[in-house]
């Protein structure tokens, strides 16, 4: 800032000291003025910088005369941490979302499924979590006893899918 300062001081004494009329006086003193107050206007933000800096130190209780850098940096990253944890937390609000909605599309998929088999009929296992039932389940489908007749398609696609939720709801326990 000081050099600018000279700089403009140094047009100034030019200006001052040369004719009226003359060449660089006509193109340097409306550039004189504007460098002027552009100096001015960045000396009084400066100012205004400096101050709130002061008070931020203030704020988080830090000594006044400690190396902006080191305090700047931690606040950049405290900032930059508090922004990934944003993300983060958006992220993760739209995955719960997701397997709400499909958690929903499963159980309504469940459900037609239930009213397709008829009145009366379990609409699934009464405990997913049994594994000796999936593998009672799996072992019936390896000796074909599952299916009843081989020639019956509905049915035997009904207990394939009946098995194959069994075992995704395994997988997600």
Not at 24 to 52: G, L, W
Not at 83 to 101: G, P, S
Request: zero cysteines.
């Amino acid at each position: 800032m000081a050099t600018v300062k000279k700089g403009l001081n140094v047009i100034q004494k030019e200006l001052s000291e040369s004719a009226p009329g003359d060449n660089f006086t006509r193109k340097f003193e409306s550039f004189f003025q504007q460098a002027s107050a552009r100096v001015a206007k960045i000396e009084e933000n400066f100012d205004k910088m400096k101050a709130s800096f002061k008070e931020l130190l203030a704020q988080y209780g830090e000594s006044e005369k400690p190396d902006s850098q080191e305090t700047l940096g931690s606040l950049y990253a405290f900032v930059s941490g508090l922004d990934r944890a944003k993300k983060e937390n958006v992220r993760k609000r739209i995955a719960a979302e997701k397997a709400a909605l499909a958690e929903k599309k499963r159980a309504e998929a469940e459900k037609k499924r239930a009213e397709k088999k008829g009145p009366g009929a379990p609409a699934g296992p009464a405990n997913p979590s049994d594994k000796g039932l999936v593998d009672d389940v799996f072992s019936q489908m390896m000796e074909g006893r599952a299916f009843g007749k081989r020639n019956d398609r509905q049915m035997a696609q009904a207990a394939a899918d009946e098995a194959l939720m069994m075992f995704n709801k395994l997988k997600k326990t």
